[in-house]
């Protein structure tokens, strides 16, 4: 069985540089949304409805960008989120998401790339905010590639879902890695002591990932799982 416990020196090991383990990455854990799911457009038309609803603050246009370079709890910060209205928002959120999806759909090359994935012998997992039965509706053919879902995570509660998905893939710390589009997917694994990836085509924007020196920084879809299972990079 895996160890899933990092102590704060291994941590802050992980933290201080890039981490490249010497072998392929036996379990990839991607999250859903921006990662996977192209669902940002949805949320900007969807986030002033939701704030209206639950009594927040409504987002501009002109807060987008600085809202892209913000982490989660100074976006909740911003927008004045009472931490206690968290679950029902996000109930509400996975509410709307099942209604609307129709309107979201991958991301040009996710399917090819899990089953590169896949086929090189890499386990998958997916944590997420979201329900399972809304990724699995939003994976379609794909999801049935994942070995492992652990969701509904709430918004500071990913390295829990981690270490219980590495307890069920039962790997090694140094053959993970957590591959996500926000600060707090980059924080989530440096928390649990795995590699963290960041995609450049998600919620935050890549300066704001790149400034916290996640292991891969990922500018196009096929870069996956050339960083994963080792392919040799194009020429």
């Known amino acids: 069985m895996a160890s899933v416990s990092a102590s704060p020196a291994d941590r802050m090991r992980r933290s201080a540089r890039h981490f490249h383990s010497p072998m392929p990455y036996a379990l990839a854990i991607f999250d859903l949304d921006g990662t996977l799911a192209d669902s940002f457009p949805w949320f900007l038309r969807t986030i002033n409805d939701v704030a209206d609803r639950f009594g927040f603050r409504r987002v501009a246009d002109e ?3 600085g809202l892209r370079h913000a982490s989660s709890r100074e976006i909740l910060s911003r927008l004045e989120v009472p931490l206690w209205k968290l679950p029902a928002i996000a109930r509400h959120a ?17 399917e090819a790339m899990l089953r590169t994935l896949a086929g090189n012998g890499v386990q998958l997992a997916l944590v997420t905010s979201d329900s399972e039965a809304n990724a699995r509706e939003k ?37 993970v890695i957590a591959i996500g589009d926000e600060v707090r ?26 400034a916290l020196a996640p292991d891969h920084m990922f500018a196009q879809m096929e870069d996956i799982a050339e960083v994963v299972c080792r392919i040799p990079q194009r020429a």
């Open 63 to 65: 807060d987008i960008e």
């Open 94 to 110: 996975r509410r709307l998401k099942a209604e609307a999806a129709s309107e979201i759909s991958l991301f040009a090359g996710v």
């Open 139 to 175: 994976l379609g053919e794909a999801a049935a590639l994942f070995a492992h879902f652990d969701c509904s995570a709430s918004i500071f509660g990913k390295p829990a879902k981690f270490r219980r998905v590495i307890r069920r893939a039962s790997v090694e710390l140094d053959r």
């Open 185 to 210: 997917d980059i924080e989530a694994a440096r928390a649990v002591g795995i590699a963290c990836g960041a995609v450049s085509w998600g919620y935050a924007a890549p300066a704001a990932l790149r």
